[in-house]
């Protein structure tokens, strides 16, 4: 809006008026701007999910359509070796978990919060992962605590993204490092999970989308676990954050809501 020199005390009335109508218009404008833009921001991310299906679909399938084209050419066909089927196994087990991703990330259901000691859980995905961290070979270690950790959380949710965050520390560590995951609190009480790596630690192309569907520096990865994880801390009232450590590697940090009593239920181990 331009305001004019003043005009006679007279017109005073048709002035304010003429202010109000146009603080009207401009008011009705943005309201319409607001609601327009989630279903703006609604299509966008719908794009972005087709675009990272098509592509994490689309280059298993060429590879499979490669060989068994191969296997069926007349009249010199290519029979299909041991090795062909392995890769062909291999690509549709990489279609089946990014399809089990997807799932996850539409219909990740509502947690069911009970109280547990979150040292119990954290030593639980340890135990999950072991497997991995050995094969590598990378050092998996739980740091030790004293004091109780509480926390109301869904187990399962709870630890399908502890599990994600240490197969990615594992993965981004290089042969021979380290990954270590610790319960505590907060300076504030709240109670945290760190998970720290000794690997090359986040990429800066990729650190301020860290959480955005399909974004992932990994070769054969959806890009799709850090979204669920970060969902799930949501979920539970929390957050989930990921840094670059001063040391090297990286740290990524769960921050929980303080334990609520659910009828009276002691904490589990």
Partial sequence: MTLHAPRPVADLDAQLDYVVGRVKDVCQRLQEQERGRPRAEQLAAVGQLAAGVAHEVRNPLTGIKFLVEGALRRPNPTPLADEDLRLIRQEVV????????????????????????????????????????????????????????????????????LSNLLLNAIEAAPPGGAVEVSAGRAPDGAPIVDVTDTGPGIDPSVADRLFTPFVTTKPTGTGLGLTIA????????????????????????????????????????
């Fill in 94 to 161: 990489r279609i089946e978990r990014t399809v089990r991703g997807l799932l996850d990330f539409a219909r990740t259901p509502p947690p069911a919060r009970r109280r547990h000691d979150l040292r119990g859980r954290v030593s639980e995905a340890a135990g999950v992962t072991r497997g991995r961290a050995e094969a590598k070979p990378v050092a998996l270690t739980v740091a030790a605590i004293t004091d109780p950790v509480p926390a109301s959380v869904d187990r399962d949710q709870l630890l399908s993204l």
């Fill in 230 to 269: 970060q969902r799930i801390a949501r979920d539970h009232g929390g957050k989930l954050i990921g840094a670059n450590r001063a040391t090297g590697g990286a740290r990524f940090t769960l921050t929980l809501p303080a334990a609520e009593a659910d009828d009276g239920e002691a904490a589990r181990r």
